[in-house]
């Protein structure tokens, strides 16, 4: 398993097309890839940024989507990550939980 980030601008056609197959089974929608876009590029920010699971035969397994926002605070003009859709198989959830489990540090 890989994990691997990318903003939206940096994906293949295959990469988008298999983040639609994940999101549209995961929340039963049928998101198109306008509407895929439109959502990452120009609703809310410019710029959009992803982190994948990547399975070596599987592909896309995984992702969480951090959408670039501007915000005033205290008169400071900042950038934050509005996170949405994060979603993985659920052949892969178990697998995800334990690795986590796995690489915890308990000795803090």
């Known amino acids: 398993m890989q994990y691997v980030f990318k903003s939206v601008h940096e994906l293949?056609?295959?990469e988008v097309?298999?983040?639609?197959?994940?999101?549209?089974?995961?929340?039963?929608?049928d998101l198109s890839y306008k509407e895929f876009y439109y959502k990452f590029t120009?609703?809310?920010?410019?710029?959009?940024?992803?982190?994948?699971?990547?399975?070596?035969q599987a592909g896309i397994v995984g992702s969480l989507g951090a959408i670039e926002v501007g915000y005033n605070f205290g008169g400071e003009q900042?950038?934050?990550g509005l996170t949405v859709d994060a979603m993985i198989e659920p052949e892969?959830?178990?697998?995800l939980a334990a690795e986590v489990v796995t690489n915890l540090d308990c000795t803090q």
């Open 78 to 80: 900042l950038k934050f």
């Open 12 to 14: 293949k056609p295959e």
């Open 42 to 56: 120009r609703q809310m920010g410019p710029n959009s940024y992803f982190v994948f699971m990547v399975d070596d």
């Open 92 to 95: 892969y959830r178990e697998l």
């Open 17 to 29: 097309r298999r983040y639609l197959e994940l999101y549209n089974s995961t929340f039963d929608r």
